[in-house]
Structure formats: C-alpha cells, structure tokens
C-alpha cells in the first residue's frame, strides 16, 4: 500500500470514529391513543424537553417516565421523525378515564361509607385496573386489621370514549369473620394448655362467644400475644424461653387453627443473692426487705420484685435518684443463676412544692386532700405512688402520673401530678325482666364528681344519682347525693331519698315507702368504715286483698318509721363490683322509735360477710353469709309486716319463691319472722370475657321468734347459673333444685331466677 493510500485510510477511519453531532428538536407534537379526553398542556406539563434542545436519550426517558408516574395515562410513547429544519419528537398518550360516578355496595358490616374514604377516589380522579388493584389493597388491609381474612373486591369500570369518564361499580364480598377454633402449642409442655390460652388475648370460639368479640381471629392481638406467653415462662423459671411466629391455618372458610411453636428450655432456680454498693446502709440492712430466698424459682417476677423491694427501701427514705440494676449469673451446666442486684444511691431529696396538672374540671383542692405526701417532708416514693393510686380510685381520671422536678435547690424536688380528666357523667337507660319484678323500664342519671355550689355543676367529687324505675310490679323514684369530704374533713355525709311503691312483696297487699337517710360515714384505717344513719320514712300497706286473713288485714295502713343506725364494715375485696379476692364484711345495729319518736318500736341485730377465693384457672371460691335478728322494745310488742325477716328469691335462696322460705298465714301467705340465717357457697368459672358459669349450695331459714336458730330445721337448694358482667347492667341466670325443705314448704321441681344488679 502506498504512502497515500496509507494516509486516506487513516483519514477515512477518524471520520467513522468520531461522534455524529447532536440534532436539535424542531418541534413537539402530542397525539392521542384511543379514546378520551386530553389537552396538550397536560402533557407539556411533565416533560422537560423543549423545541431548540438536542435530543437526549436520557432525557427522553426521563419524560416518558413523568408521564407514567402521574398517573394520568394508561399508555406513553414516543415517535422522533426527521423534517426539513430539525427533528419532530410526539408523546404518544393513551388518558386513563375520569371517574363520573362511584358506586360501592356490599359494605354491609364497615359501611359503605368507610370502604369509599379508604379507597381516596373520587369523582374527576384517573382511573383503571391497575389503579383499583392498588387501592383494593388498602380496602383489604383495613378488613384483615378488623378480622375479615377473606374479604374481596370486584369492580367494572363502563368508560364513555367520547367524554373521557367512567362510571366505576364496585362490589364489596366482606365474608366472614374468622373464628379460632383452636389454639395449639408445639413443645412448651411445662406450662398447661390451659394456663397459656388464659394469658392470650386471642381465644378460641365456643357457644358462648357471641356475646362478644372473642373467639373471632385478631391477627394484631397474635403478635402481642407472643410476648404475653414468653413471660408466662420466665414468670416460671424458664429464663431461656422462646415463642415463634404463629402459623394459622384455615381448616375452612369459617375457621382456623392457630398453632404457636414454643422452646422452653430449661428451668433455673436461685442461688446467692448478693447487693453491691449500700454506703448509707449496711448491707445485711438492705438485702433484709429482699422476700426472695435461695433456691426459689428463678422467675423473671420475683427478679423484679427484689430490685423494686430495694428500690422502694431508698425511695422511702428520700433516695428518688437512687438506681437499681440487676444481673442474672448462670451457674455453668447448673440449672442455677445467682442475682446480683448493684446499687447506686444518690443524694437525699425532699419536697419544696406539690404542683398540679391537667384538672380542667376537678377542683385542686379534690385532688390535694387525696394525697399522702406534703412539702417539707422528705420525698418518699412509695407514699408518692400511694397517692397516685388514692387519685385512680377516685374514678374521675384516665391517667395519673407523678413527676419528679428539680429546683435550684439540687436537695430539693417539686413533685407534679398530672392527671387527665375522664368522663364521669352518665345517662342510661333500658328495659329488662327478672323472676321477682317482671317486666321494668329505668332511666338513670349519675356524676361521679358533682358541685352541688358551682355551675357548671361538675369539680367537687361529689357523686349523685337519679334514677327512675316503672313496671308491671314497682314503681321506684330515687336520688342520693354523697359528700365525701364533709366540712373539709374525712367524713362522708350521704343523702337519700326515696318513694318505693311495690307489689311484687305479696299478692295480698302492696307497699309503700317513702322517706330518706342521712349518713355520715368515716374511714378506720385503709379497710374498716364507721357510718351512723338516721332514716325517717312513711310505710303504707294497703290495696289488700279481701280474701286476706286476718293477720294480713290487722297491717292496713300508715306508719312512721324514725330509726338510727350505726354499721360497721370491712372491705378488703379486689374489685367492689366483680371480685375475685378478698372479703366484705358488715355488722350493724338498728334501733327505731322511743325517743326517736315514730309509730314503730323495734330493734334489729344484723351481721353479714361475703368472702371470695382465687383458685386456679381464674376459677373463684366465693362463701356468703348473713344473720339477723329484728324485736319489738316497745309495750305491744309488736314487729310490723314491713319489718320482718324474708328469705327466697335470686339474692337468697333460689331454689325458693320470693319470700316464700320461712313461716305463713294459714292461706300460706308468707308474713316473715323475727330470727334468719342463711349461707351460700358459690364456685364460678370463665367461659368468656365477662362470661363465668356458676354452681352453688343454699341454706338458711326464718323463725317466728326472735334469737330462734334450730339449726337442723332449714331449707336449701343447689343450682347451675351464667353471670354475664355487663358494664353498669350486670346479668344473673340461675336455675336452682331445692333439697330439703321445713314445714311451711313443700318440696317442689326446679325453679328459674333472674336478676340484674350486683350481691355485695
């Protein structure tokens, strides 16, 4: 190859090898795919290239993908086509219809409502599949989060080409809700079933869950769950437990299987307990209020209690900075770990002020008289926590904390409560049917934290009640109104008045009564009350039947009862309502007429106590008890109709009629008598939240006379009963057989009792 040719290939092969220039874009274009309405603008809007920009690749894609990310168009393109002065570059766009109409049905359960909100479509919206799949999923959701795991969305979307809209139906198949046929576990065999079932929120279905939500599957109360049962191991000594993933089964449409894999691993016990740091105190004082002992059961529980016992030794002396940590130390291949608790003791605080937080309505001084704690005293935290606890029973807050604040003063704390006001003021009312009433309709207005002296009415903690009650049976009209703090002091003072007109009492004669109380009651200690009552009341009998004896006829007419009353009572139960530990107890004395004026002259003696045992499973033991003893001091000795003892009924014995256990007329009309006893005992079990199933045993009797007690004439009955604890309208169904009865009774089959309200 020649010299030339050499320098022409060269040539040649710079020219391929360098890059074309770049042509510029001569103008835009936007053409429409398909149906639908589109202005160019709404195209312009996402691109970034303009007429004059060389045409890039990158850029190019960077606009197509604007476009699609919009949401707008259901299909983008692009077309680049050479012309006279420059390239001609169109989107190509396919608009995705505007909804006209939204139609949704099926939503029977969570309303169709709440289905559009979630969906977030509206009229003017873009609209297809693709966008109703992607809302579908947070229809779903919202369903599976409310316990409908099988829920489904079906929709059609009728386009109109020429306008560019859409009518969009959509069709909601919410399914049912899941039930829980059973819980069960894989491995964790040291802990029962049972127990571990019980600790879960989530429960199985049984033919009681349909008076309430359990037993329906809860995917959020699963996860929770599996904390709850952990601890329930380290609680036991397992300290290297483990709880999985749940798995849940459908067994069919209706219902799934819920098993939960657990290693327990191995129990461990205590060995030495040791405290390290006490400076201010020796050690032997501080390790003292540890109650946890060398080879107890090495539960997370009892770990927590021995460091809040020490805890609460420095915070009770002033010691709030004070810190408490703790080490478990694995004895090798023993099944033994030894605490080491570590102390640090800070400095000694005391209280300059107490402030309050977050009352609107309750007055400070409500709140003020129920603490424990003063300033200038040294800042005990467990009498700050006891007052925490005083304001939470009040009822008047949903939240109650103390905080701690420093001052300037570094010895010296100002203590703040801060509490949130909770509704306390209640209306209600309702219909119900008992064995003793029939049919009754009430209305119902309380406040739990009344002003009798201010307006708005509200801040005192005073607690009133009205309430009304008409029926086939009664007619009842009552208010009472409680002062907790009288004249600033701890003293209560009650006022009740009443107008009871009943004729379920007999089918001879009705009653009335109508009158008031005044009490002042005033605490002994944490558990004991004194109160002293004085009620002065008209009783009427009248409306009597004139087959009537003569014993009941000798009763017509009007009476004045003036009576005073001194009661005490012992209450150390969990829970004043729905207890399960823990007993009431009562004896009060009742002396009526002498110089107390009045036309009725009598005594009554009265002792009554109610104690309840927690058994196993939540299982409850309960024994009652009452015995009384009503007398005449006056010269005619006379004790009226009104104020004998009665036995019988769903609060006594309920194998029995209303009143019908003890002496009678000769027509058999029950007239009471002047002694009575009687004794339950009671054993209920959980079915369901606020569901237990109960058998029980019933004895007592009444005799003619006073102190008359022949314990071997009695009558007594057992049953089988539901108790159904409905906040503010609790449920009694009792079905009871009696076993013996005395001469005024004849043994008689099976008898049904219903009753709403609680037995103290």
């Given amino acids: 190859m020649s010299r030339f040719q050499r320098w022409a290939m060269a040539a040649l092969f710079l020219c391929l090898a360098a890059p074309a220039p770049a042509e510029k874009i001569h103008e835009i274009k936007v053409r429409r795919a398909g149906g639908g309405l589109v202005e160019d603008a709404a195209v312009m809007g996402f691109v970034s290239l303009k007429p004059g920009d ?36 169109t989107y190509v766009v396919q608009s995705k219809p505007r909804v006209r109409l939204l139609r949704i049905d099926g939503a029977d359960d969570i309303g169709n409502r709440k289905v559009r909100d979630l969906l977030e479509l509206g009229a003017g919206d873009p609209v297809d599949d693709a966008t109703l799949a992607f809302k579908a999923l947070k229809v779903r959701e919202h369903y599976q989060k409310n316990y409908y795991p099988y829920t489904e969305l079906e929709w059609t979307i009728d386009e109109d080409l020429a306008t560019g809209t859409a009518d969009v139906n959509i069709r909601v198949d919410e399914g049912r809700r899941a039930k829980v046929r059973r819980i069960e576990f894989e491995g964790g065999e040291a802990i029962p079933a049972k127990a571990l079932r019980k600790a879960m929120k989530q429960k199985q279905w049984n033919i009681f869950s349909w008076l309430s939500s359990a037993g329906t599957y809860k995917p959020d109360e699963l996860d929770g769950d599996r904390e709850a049962l952990r601890r329930l191991y380290l609680d036991a000594g397992y300290l290297d437990a483990r709880v999985g993933e749940p798995k849940v089964e459908p067994i069919d449409d209706k219902r799934v299987r819920v098993l939960i894999p657990v290693e327990q691993g191995r129990a461990y016990r205590l060995g030495t307990l040791t405290v390290a740091g006490p400076k201010l105190f020796s050690a032997a004082e501080v390790s003292g209020v540890i109650t946890s002992k060398p080879d107890d059961v090495a539960s997370l529980a009892a770990v927590e209690k021995a460091r809040q016992s020490v805890r609460d030794f420095y915070g009770s002396r002033g010691y709030i900075s004070s810190d408490v940590q703790y080490k478990l130390l694995p004895r090798g291949d023993e099944p033994v770990v030894d605490l080491d608790l570590a102390v640090k003791e800070g400095e000694q605080a005391y209280i300059r002020d107490i402030r309050i937080r977050g009352n609107t309505r309750t007055k400070d001084k409500v709140i003020r008289r129920e603490l424990t704690v003063f300033p200038g005293e040294i800042y005990n935290q467990v009498k700050v926590r006891n007052s925490e606890r005083r304001l939470r029973n009040l009822g008047f807050f949903d939240f109650v904390n103390a905080v701690p604040e420093s001052t300037t003063d570094p010895e010296k704390y100002d203590v703040a409560f801060e509490v949130n006001e909770q509704r306390v003021g209640q209306f209600m009312v309702g219909a119900g049917f008992s064995s003793v009433d029939d049919l009754i309709a009430f209305a119902e207005l309380s406040h739990g934290n009344f002003d009798i002296l201010g307006w708005p009415p509200v801040g005192a903690g005073q607690k009133l ?122 004896a009060s004395a009742m002396y009526a007429g002498g110089p107390l004026a009045g036309d009725v002259d009598i005594y009554q003696l009265e002792v009554q106590s109610t104690a309840y045992w927690p058994l196993w499973f939540d299982h409850v033991f309960n024994l009652r008890g009452w015995m009384a003893v009503v007398d005449s001091h006056g010269p005619d000795d006379v004790v009226p109709l009104f104020d004998r003892q009665f036995l019988g009924g769903a609060r006594t014995l309920r194998g029995f009629k209303y009143r019908e256990v003890g002496p009678k007329d000769e027509s058999g009309e029950p007239i009471g008598g002047r002694s009575g006893w009687y004794a339950t005992a009671e054993y209920t079990i959980p079915l369901v939240d606020k569901v237990r199933f109960a ?52 043994r008689s089959s099976g008898r049904f009792q219903f009753s709403i309200g609680y037995v103290l």
């Fill in 695 to 746: 058998t029980f045993y019933d004895m007592g009797m009444i005799y003619d006379e006073a102190y008359e007690f022949d314990q071997s004439d009695y009558n007594s009955d057992w049953g089988i009963g539901i108790r159904l604890d409905f906040p503010g309208f609790p449920l009694r169904l009792d079905y009871a057989w009696p076993l013996k009865t005395d001469e005024f009774n004849d």
């Fill in 465 to 586: 009640k009205l309430r009304g009650t008409v029926g086939t049976e009664r007619r009842d009209v009552e208010m009472s109104f409680v002062e907790p703090w009288f004249l600033d002091r701890k003293l209560s003072l009650g006022v009740d008045l009443f107008d009871h007109d009943r004729q379920f009492y007999s089918d001879e004669y009705d009653q009335r009564n109508t009158g008031g109380a005044l009490t002042l009651g005033k605490p002994l200690g944490v558990f004991n009350r004194i109160n002293f009552i004085y009620g002065l009341e008209n009783i009427k009998v009248y409306n009597i039947d004139t087959n009537a004896t003569q014993t009941i006829k000798d009763e017509e007419g009007t009476s004045l009862k003036s009576s005073l009353t001194v009661e005490l009572v012992r209450d150390t139960r969990d829970n004043s309502f729905v207890a399960s530990r823990g007993a009431r107890s009562s």
């Fill in 54 to 89: 060389e045409l890039s690749r990158n850029a190019l894609s960077r606009d197509v993908r604007a476009l699609e990310e919009s949401g707008r168009f259901a299909f983008v393109s692009t077309e680049v086509d050479p012309g006279p002065e420059g390239l001609v570059l």
